[in-house]
Every structure is written in structure tokens, then in C-alpha cells.
């Protein structure tokens, strides 16, 4: 009779363990950000290869290079795919380890931007990093 009851205690104890861890993953499971990119902010850096989705249902890629011409409101940026055009506004966030302005924005300097890419080719940008090394992954 004990060995009965041992084995029903460790029986129940076993079922209820893998119930709990069952449930427990399921839960996790359902609080997992989509990591196809859906899920993310525009401006949010995203793991190797990942990409945004802006509001009109196109893909950002962010690109990293080297800005090799500028005016008040576009860059040439230098990357691994060539020269891009990137066009910004006063609504367009540039990072820094510090709060970054159009001034930061100079010709030698690292960047990634994000942004949409219009018919015409530019990068319609929504954000650009300054001091972007880091970012030439990509």
C-alpha cells in the first residue's frame, strides 16, 4: 500500500511538473516580440538582416556608410551597395551618444539610416545615426 502511494505522489508530482512547464512555454510564447520585424518601431536597431515595416507596407533596410556629400536636406552616403541619396526633414530623428542635429551631419562622417525608399531612388529617411561604425554589419 505505501509503494502505492509513493508511486501515485511521484506520478501526480510528474504531471503536474509537465503541465506547468508546458503551460509556462505557452505563455512565452505568446508574449515573443514577431521578429520578422513587424513588431518593431521605425528607428529601432534590428538584428543582422532584419527590417522594418514602415506604415505603407514597404520594407526599410537600413544602410551604414560614410556621408561623402551633404546639403540642408539630403546626404550622399557611401555604403557596401554604392552611393545612396538620402533625403531628411526637420521630422527625421538623428541619433548620437548624444542629441545630434543636421550640423553632426558633416562629410567623413559614419552613419545608418533608415528610412523608406521612394520610386525615384532616394531614401526617404526617418533616422539617421551619427558615429554609425559599428553598424557596417549590415
Known amino acids: 500500500m505505501m509503494k502505492k502511494n509513493i508511486l501515485l505522489i511521484f506520478t501526480s508530482v510528474i504531471i503536474v511538473g509537465t503541465l506547468a512547464f508546458v503551460g ?8 515573443l516580440t514577431n521578429v520578422s520585424g513587424r513588431n518593431f518601431p521605425d528607428g529601432v536597431n534590428r538584428p543582422n538582416g532584419m527590417q522594418a515595416r514602415s506604415d505603407n ?15 540642408d ?6 555604403s557596401e ?7 531628411f526633414s526637420d521630422s527625421t530623428v538623428i541619433n548620437k551618444t548624444s542629441q545630434g542635429s543636421k550640423d553632426d551631419l558633416a562629410v567623413g562622417e559614419s552613419v ?6 521612394a520610386d525615384s531612388g532616394t531614401i526617404n529617411a526617418t533616422s539617421i545615426s551619427v558615429g554609425a ?3 557596417r554589419d549590415f
Open 24 to 31: 509556462g512555454m505557452q505563455y512565452q510564447k505568446s508574449k
Open 57 to 71: 507596407g514597404q520594407f526599410n533596410r537600413p544602410i551604414a556608410g560614410e556621408i561623402i556629400n551633404g546639403d
Open 73 to 78: 536636406n539630403t546626404l550622399t552616403v557611401k
Open 81 to 87: 551597395d554604392g552611393n545612396n541619396i538620402v533625403v
Open 112 to 117: 545608418m539610416v533608415i528610412g523608406t525608399k
Open 133 to 135: 561604425s559599428s553598424f
